[in-house]
């Protein structure tokens, strides 16, 4: 089956730590996306990637870092830097430069601070 | 900019009765806009799209029209069942400008169907 897998379902974090959410995708894909997702807040982008390679920083990059070295993975580190991280993570795929194309997405992992 | 406003819930309705949830929309040219539904503790499913003006996404009896005189997507349903229950939101996508491929979200519509 293909599809958009993320890991762990639940995370925990220490103060000061960094922390790796994996997402792997097997659609071959071409963009891949984070978003945020807090109660009441709809969700908001953190990164977007349209190719190996290459990423921009959505609308809340601040303390988040990601990378693209393989076209079915976009993992996001949650750095210390990130005051607030405990929310639900979404990670979300299309084919690309289509305006009709839809977003695929994961089922989440939600992060939460000890 | 490009952004999405839709209804504030929550939204309580008993089974079988009448759903509209309204989005509206502001956006530059010709955004495609979606549905995505979001059950407990799960991510967000594609739930119906429109791509053109005045076109009607519709699925499992849920149906909105693209209104561009209005700017509007609102979200129907004529009988609501208990297995709707989920928070639903309202997405568009505009490829102007240099956020190609990235959807801008509405906050999000909590419904709750009582049996």
């Known amino acids: 089956d293909g599809g958009i897998t993320q890991s762990p379902k639940y995370l925990f974090r220490k103060e000061g730590q960094n922390v790796t959410l994996s997402c792997e995708q097997n659609?071959?894909?071409?963009?891949m996306y984070w978003y945020r997702q807090d109660p009441g807040q709809g969700l908001r982008l953190i990164y977007y990637?349209?190719?190996?390679?290459?990423?921009q920083k959505g609308d809340i990059a601040e303390g988040y870092s990601v990378s693209r070295e393989k076209k079915e993975s976009f993992p996001l580190t949650v750095t210390s830097a990130q005051k607030n991280p405990t929310a639900f993570y979404l990670c979300?795929?299309?084919?690309?430069?289509?305006?009709?194309?839809?977003?695929?997405f994961g089922p989440g992992t939600r992060l939460l601070v000890l | 900019g490009n952004s999405v406003t839709q209804m504030e819930g929550p939204v309580t309705l008993s089974e079988e009765a009448f759903l509209t949830i309204n989005c509206t929309y502001t956006?530059?040219?010709?955004?495609?806009l979606f549905w995505y539904v979001q059950y407990p503790g799960e991510g967000l499913q594609l739930l119906l799209k429109?791509?053109?003006?005045?076109d009607k996404g519709s699925n499992k009896g849920f149906e909105a029209t693209y209104r561009k005189e209005t700017t509007s997507f609102h979200l129907e349903k004529g009988s609501v069942q208990v297995s709707d229950s989920a928070v639903y939101f309202c997405?568009?996508?505009?490829?102007?400008?240099?956020?190609?491929?990235?959807?801008?979200f509405g906050r999000g519509t909590q419904l709750t169907v009582w049996p």
């Open positions: 659609l071959n894909h071409d963009a």
């Open positions: 997405a568009l996508r505009n490829d102007r400008g240099s956020t190609l491929g990235r959807l801008y």
């Open positions: 956006a530059t040219g010709y955004p495609s």
């Open positions: 990637s349209q190719i190996v390679n290459d990423f």
């Open positions: 979300a795929s299309s084919t690309g430069a289509n305006s009709q194309e839809t977003q695929y």
């Open positions: 429109a791509t053109k003006a005045d």
